[in-house]
């Protein structure tokens, strides 16, 4: 029996990682009348040959369910946003949920306690019959506890079952208490009043501790939703359709996700780039601030990278798509905010062992206050006295302030750095930026700009400067030496006029020449004047000497044979490189620079940029030799480099900055990379995570105080002193505050400004 | 003292033991994982004010699928943790989640909620 093969494409929704792909892939296999099933994570699609005799689509999508991911029967969209979308739809229901539970708790409490309050009113007691006014009370109560409180007692059940306890078994052990000794004393207050008890209830204590942490978790709810808006933000910015030139030539918008490796996408003015690629044609000003925090646009022309998610401004382009979905650099820059989100600070570690152990303990301290009182207190308030404080004990002790008081603050300077062109690549090398006190910098592409510049234009004596200028142009602009192209980009800068150059000829080790305006024009190193017979005259050989003794490169121009001047050629110091380092200094951190170059190059460049302390002629592998000698010096250091043969040092180093979006080696070998190709980044990652770090440290004083004074508190510590006891209500209050004050302190970074110099 | 307070002190005391041991001393629940046709490590856990299984046991250097359905909507559970692989995920309530990652070095990695009270462990062979 012969059956064509057919082709199905689906749409897989759910994989997160590369081992999901094969995952789906391998359960497609296994389908009978699959031939070859082929699954792209970045495009999150499958194709499928199969026979149709013996597959259908339908079962195609069974074994793809079955692998345990979904198929988009239509409209394929499940990009980062909208799963993010789906979270958002959920948690903003949850929200709702609470808000109402906690308004129906609220306004049933704001009619219970009046009406508890009556009793401390002797002439409205003897009107009112006591046992009616508690059954009221009760009827107004039940509400509170089986809707509004109702989580945290199906949610403490679960725990228990499974030998966990939370926040909420602290909550619903208390209010339980209350609640069954209230029902207790309301239906059988002769078993009290026959033991010399009054039948006390504790019906506002139950609804008002379950209003006021209902009232917390809303506030908690909402501000945490506010620690992830960063990265929202940033998912949020990628584009949802490109413009496709088809091969005919006719443009067309299509959904971001049906956009494939090599399609040539058209931006114009105003708009998004869709996805990541190289200009083939067009030129514009780019703002790639949303990925670099750079805010001033940068130049684009043919063969230059774009990146999804920046903004095009002037001009308009067409590009070479060369990344979709998972790969491009702002998906890259998610994933590593979100890796970070996910990691833990070795400052954590304390909280955390408490935290592990806290709710048990809290309990068994809980237990224990009770009999304490019970056994201590005068015969006839022993009861009531012993259930207060051991409510107030469950109440008060919330581990929530110490478990919120680290992922909320990574969260939040994590998607701020992020903003800002830095990349921290976990909560570990936050907390070790905080403690650096000195920092290394490779100085060929950090405190410089790692190509050449021309730094000195010198025409011979009788010649015109912008004439020499464009004959020097015209002939480098044909050659393809990077040198020629510092002199090209210097000539464009002086707007020099341009020529046309016939006849360039490239000379191997030397230099090129080319006839511009009818005149012969050399540009060479001296061995190149000297073979054509051009002698030096004294003052340009002196000019040249003295550029040469500044370590510069020296080009040597001739027009028609004669010695018409001198280009000298320099890796020069970005602009904003000075500024960077006087600001590090003034946090007190040591700024040591590394070259491989010669001692006095290394001496000028370190002059010029105010650092006293240099290593000079650093072979590539010596890098990392360096950092362990400062490291032996008692030194914790953050070396800053920018290139594959970094990533050495890079490791060694206590924390690495990868610079200028860096290569991917150096990225893995770097706790940060700075998207930003200047110091100034440096300069924001240190300032960031001492500010994240410092709020860390006020959290976890904050919550372990809060703990370590309301535990005692409430357990009645205070009371044989100064009589003090913390009433159940006031401890449901505090617990409410404790941990929105957490997070607030926490959302106080989302005001990060790195300083500017 | 009074029989009542010997009995409250006495009842006190035992369930404060029991507390104790019941949170920290009883036995676990430990699964392994289930290697599939593919040779990943198949692992279903059911997340409901705790993780259950809460202690799993997987191979090293062979890929790992846990499928964490959370069966509650109770907000303590809604994330999911494991600071070791640098995984941090919502866990939406009555779905399937699900999380791919390669053991490579033997030890024993805990995974928590948000707040770290929930708590299991991945425990590499
Ligand atoms: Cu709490």
């Keep these: 029996m012969e059956t064509d093969l057919k082709t199905e494409t689906l749409d897989i929704e759910g994989m997160t990682c590369a081992s999901c792909a094969s995952f789906v892939e391998k359960s497609l296999a296994r389908t009978p009348g699959v031939q070859r099933a082929m699954v792209n994570f970045a495009t ?95 009827l107004l109560t039940l509400p509170v506890l089986l809707y509004s409180g109702r989580e945290f007692y199906t949610s403490a059940w679960n725990g228990f079952r499974h030998r966990a306890a939370n926040m909420d078994t602290l909550i619903a052990v208390g209010t339980g208490a209350a609640f069954l000794y209230s029902l207790a004393a309301t239906v059988v207050p002769e078993f009290f009043r026959s033991r010399g008890l009054t039948p006390e209830v504790y019906y506002d204590t139950t609804a008002t501790i379950i209003a006021l942490i209902l009232l917390g978790k809303v506030l908690e709810l909402r501000a945490k939703t506010q620690t992830s808006a960063a990265m929202k933000a940033l998912i949020g910015l990628q584009a949802k359709t490109a413009r496709v030139v088809r091969p005919g030539g006719q443009e067309l918008d299509v959904p971001i996700e049906q956009v494939q490796l090599g399609d040539l996408v058209v931006v114009r003015p105003g708009e998004k780039v869709a996805t990541d690629g190289l200009i083939e044609e067009g030129h514009s000003a780019v703002d790639e601030a949303m990925l670099t925090g750079e805010s001033l646009p940068v130049e684009k022309k043919a063969g230059d990278p774009v990146f999804g998610a920046t903004l095009n401004k002037t001009g308009s382009f067409r590009f070479r798509v060369t990344k979709v979905g998972a790969d491009t650099m702002l998906a890259q820059i998610v994933k590593l905010v ?88 976990n909560a570990e090398a936050l907390e070790k930026a905080y403690q650096v006190n000195t920092v290394l910098l490779d100085k060929t592409g950090t405190i410089t700009r790692g190509e050449p510049a021309v730094t000195d234009f010198v025409p011979a004596a009788g010649q015109d400067a912008a004439r020499l200028l464009q004959l020097v142009a015209a002939v480098e602009r044909q050659s393809e030496h990077p040198l020629a192209a510092a002199v090209v980009r210097y000539a464009e800068a ?103 170059d010669n001692p006095q190059t290394a001496a000028q460049v370190a002059r010029q940029v105010g650092i006293t302390r240099y290593f000079a002629e650093v072979l590539p592998g010596g890098k990392a030799g360096k950092v362990k000698e400062l490291q032996a010096e008692g030194r914790i250091v953050a070396m800053v480099g920018d290139g594959i043969n970094d990533a050495p040092a890079l490791a060694q180093a206590d924390i690495g900055l990868a610079m200028g979006g860096g290569t991917d080696v150096a990225m893995e070998a770097a706790g940060i990379t ?23 440290k006020q959290n976890l004083f904050f919550a372990f105080l809060y703990n370590s004074l309301g535990i005692p508190i409430a357990a009645g510590l205070l009371y044989p002193v100064f009589g003090w006891l913390l009433s159940p209500m006031l401890a449901a209050g505090a617990m409410a505050l404790s941990s929105v004050s957490v997070l607030t302190n926490s959302l106080r970074l989302r005001g990060f400004t790195p300083l500017k110099p | 003292m009074d029989t ?122």
């Design chain 1, 44 to 138: 999150e699609k499958a194709t499928i040959d199969y026979l149709p005799a013996q597959a259908t689509p339908a079962t195609l999508r069974q074994a793809v369910v079955q692998a345990g991911y979904g198929v988009l029967e239509r409209a394929p969209d499940t990009s980062a946003a909208d799963r993010q979308a789906e979270i958002d739809q959920q948690k903003a229901h949850a929200y709702q949920q609470l808000r109402r539970r906690f308004w129906v708790a609220a306004g049933l409490a704001l009619i219970i306690m009046p009406l508890s309050m009556l009793m401390l009113w002797p002439a409205a007691m003897q009107r009112i019959n006591m046992q009616w006014l508690n059954y009221g009370l009760l």
């Design chain 1, 338 to 425: 979100e890796d970070a989100q996910g990691s833990r600070a070795p400052i954590q570690r304390l909280a955390d062992k408490v935290s592990a152990i806290f709710v048990p303990t809290v309990v068994v301290i809980a237990i224990l206050t009770f009999v304490l009182w019970f056994d201590l207190a005068p015969i006839e308030t022993r009861l009531p006295l012993a259930l207060v404080n051991f409510v107030a004990v469950l109440i008060i002790a919330c581990p929530c302030a110490l478990g919120l008081a680290t992922p909320t603050a990574i969260m939040v300077s994590t998607g701020k750095g992020a903003e800002h062109g830095v990349l921290i690549r």
């Design chain 1, 494 to 596: 002086q707007q020099a006029a341009s020529a046309p150059a016939t006849g360039f000829r490239a000379i191997e080790g030397q230099g090129a020449e080319a006839t511009v305006n009818g005149q012969a024009v050399l540009i060479g190193n001296s061995r190149l004047l000297d073979e054509a017979g051009i002698v030096l005259p004294v003052a340009v050989r002196q000019q040249a000497d003295a550029l040469l003794t500044q370590a510069k490169t020296v080009l040597y121009v001739a027009v028609a044979g004669q010695a018409a001047g001198l280009i000298g050629v320099a890796d020069t110091v970005r602009d904003t490189s000075v500024a960077a380092i006087r600001r590090l200094q003034s946090m007190g951190l040591e700024v040591v620079m590394m070259t491989g």
């Design chain 1, 674 to 696: 700075l998207m930003r190709s200047d110091l100034q980044g440096v300069v924001t990652a240190i300032e960031l995570s001492r500010q994240t770090i410092r709020t860390i």
């Design chain 2, 4 to 125: 009542v307070e010997i009995i409250v002190t006495l009842v006190g005391v035992a369930l404060a033991g029991f507390v104790l041991w019941y949170f920290f001393f009883s036995a676990r629940q430990t699964a392994s994982a289930v290697s599939s046709v593919s040779g990943v490590q198949e692992v279903d856990i059911t997340v409901k004010g705790g993780y259950s299984p809460d202690v799993i046991e997987v191979e090293r250097g062979k890929p790992v699928q846990l499928s964490f359905y959370r069966d509650e909507e109770n907000s303590c559970s809604e994330e999911l943790l494991m600071p070791d692989f640098h995984i941090r995920r919502d866990l939406p309530a009555f779905k399937t989640t699900l999380v791919e990652l390669l053991p490579q070095q033997a030890g024993t990695f805990p995974f928590t909620c948000g707040m770290g009270l929930l708590r299991g462990s991945l425990v590499v062979k």
